[in-house]
Structure formats: C-alpha cells, structure tokens
C-alpha cells in the first residue's frame, strides 16, 4: 500500500503529465512541497542549466581511464562515468561493424562542449570518435552548481 507522500506524489506527476508541461512550475513546487526540499529543482524544460552531458565510446578500459583521467585533471569534466559492457553496431567505410566498447558519460559546463570535442578528437585512438553532446534540462541544484565549480571557466 502506497504512503500519503508517495500517493501525494503520484498526483502531482499525474497532474503535470496530464497538463502536457504547461503547469510545469507548478508541478516543480508540488513535486517541492512532497519531498520537502527548500530548493527548487533547477531549471525548466527550455530554460536551460548550463550543464551538459557528453557521450563518448572507447574501444577498451585502459584508454577510458586514460581519457577520463585527461578530461577530468583538465577541468573540461567535472565527474566522468565508465559503463562497461557497450556493443555497438555501425557502418564504417562501407562496411557493418560490430564491437564491444565502454561508454563514457561527461559531465560539464555547456560552453565547454566545442573544447572538450577538440580535446577528444587530439586523444583518442579513433579516426572520427563519437562524441555527442546534450543539455541537462534540469537536475538536483547542488549537483549542477559542484559541476559548475568544478569545471573550467569558459
């Protein structure tokens, strides 16, 4: 049987799904009041945080810890995660490839995005590696702002 936090909950992630993201400050300050918490969650859906998230694959462990090490000791990463266990499927000079690789997950700052990319493309042993990049909507305040600290400026 749900708790009365858990059910309040439940209606306010109801409530907002069902407004289709219109009364999305409201279901923050709902979402607020349940959990108790005395920060607002940061940002909103478009208002950006400043904070971005980097995928990047690697072919083995050993060039993952080099590279996160890099990034990370740079400052163009606050917090990088090795996801082992990636497979990936692709066409490279016409050809279908098939290889077991790990994921990098990067945290930064969204300006840093275009140097990090550089800074990939000048250590990592593939021709072209895969890096892609997106903006973190919204997220624990706390956590983004250590991201912020943590990095280089611009």
Not at 14 to 19: G, P, Q, R, Y
Not at 39 to 64: H, Q, W
Not at 96 to 101: A, Q, R, T, W
Request: some cysteine; overall charge negative; charged content about 20%.
């Amino acid at each position: 049987m749900p708790t009365d936090r858990q059910f309040q909950l439940f209606l306010v992630l109801t409530f907002a799904i069902a407004a289709g993201g219109i009364l999305l400050p409201m279901f923050r300050s709902g979402l607020n009041r349940v959990l108790g918490s005395s920060r607002t969650l940061m940002s909103a859906a478009g208002e950006g945080t400043g904070v971005s998230v980097c995928y990047i694959t690697v072919p083995n462990a050993e060039e993952a810890d080099k590279l996160a090490g890099k990034l990370v000791e740079s400052k163009l990463a606050a917090c990088v995660n090795v996801i082992p266990g990636v497979q990936s499927v692709y066409t490279w000079q016409g050809k279908v490839e098939k290889d077991n690789e790990l994921l990098l997950m990067v945290k930064t700052r969204t300006e840093l995005t275009d140097k990090l990319s550089i800074f990939v493309k000048q250590h990592h042993p593939y021709d072209v590696p895969e890096v892609i990049c997106t903006g973190i909507t919204a997220g624990l305040p706390e956590y983004l702002d250590w991201v912020k600290e943590t990095t280089a400026d611009p």
